[in-house]
């Protein structure tokens, strides 16, 4: 059987497929000089080294930027249109953004607000896809 990383990775970011399938966001960090990277890479674009360090990262930061899809995409059955697309700030990871479907709004959204990530399956193309949801707090 096939891991989620097997699955979606395009390379160097197979760990964050298979935690995120796991219930676990997983990031890199270069071993050298400590900088996070999203997304991955093979070498540090800071130092050089290609030594990285997948660690755990808590699920939460802030609403850097955002858009409300009006938008049907092929292949996302599971979405109800309009739906929010939030890229978030990591606290936990010096500030790497990452991206994920903004549910459960309490008002509007703006930037800085706090969110956290829930792990979730995304239907893609008769496909589950392992994802992570974004929660403002």
Same mark, same amino acid.
């Given at each position: 059987?096939?891991?989620? %990383?097997?699955?979606?990775?395009?390379?160097?970011?197979?760990?964050?497929?298979? %935690? =995120?399938?796991?219930? #676990? =966001?997983? =990031?890199?960090?270069?071993?050298?000089?400590? #900088?996070? !990277?999203?997304? /991955?890479?093979?070498?540090?674009?800071?130092?050089?080294?290609?030594? !990285?360090?997948?660690?755990?990262?808590?699920?939460? %930061?802030? &609403?850097?930027?955002?858009?409300?899809?009006? !938008?049907?995409?092929?292949?996302?059955?599971?979405?109800? *249109?309009?739906? $929010?697309?939030?890229?978030?700030?990591?606290?936990?990871?010096?500030?790497?953004? *990452?991206?994920?479907?903004?549910?459960? =709004?309490?008002?509007? $959204?703006?930037? %800085?607000?706090?969110?956290?990530?829930?792990? /979730?399956?995304?239907?893609?193309?008769?496909?589950?896809?392992?994802? &992570? !949801?974004?929660?403002?707090?």
């Amino acid at each position: 059987m096939s891991s989620a %990383g097997e699955i979606w990775s395009t390379g160097a970011d197979g760990p964050y497929w298979d %935690g =995120l399938a796991d219930g #676990r =966001l997983m =990031l890199p960090r270069c071993s050298s000089c400590g #900088r996070w !990277h999203w997304p /991955a890479v093979w070498r540090c674009a800071d130092c050089g080294s290609w030594d !990285h360090e997948w660690q755990q990262v808590e699920p939460a %930061g802030q &609403i850097y930027s955002w858009t409300r899809n009006w !938008h049907p995409f092929g292949g996302l059955e599971s979405l109800q *249109l309009p739906f $929010v697309i939030g890229v978030v700030a990591l606290e936990a990871a010096g500030g790497a953004r *990452l991206m994920g479907l903004v549910e459960e =709004l309490a008002g509007p $959204v703006k930037i %800085g607000a706090p969110v956290t990530g829930t792990f /979730a399956t995304t239907v893609y193309a008769g496909r589950s896809v392992p994802a &992570i !949801h974004w929660r403002t707090t």
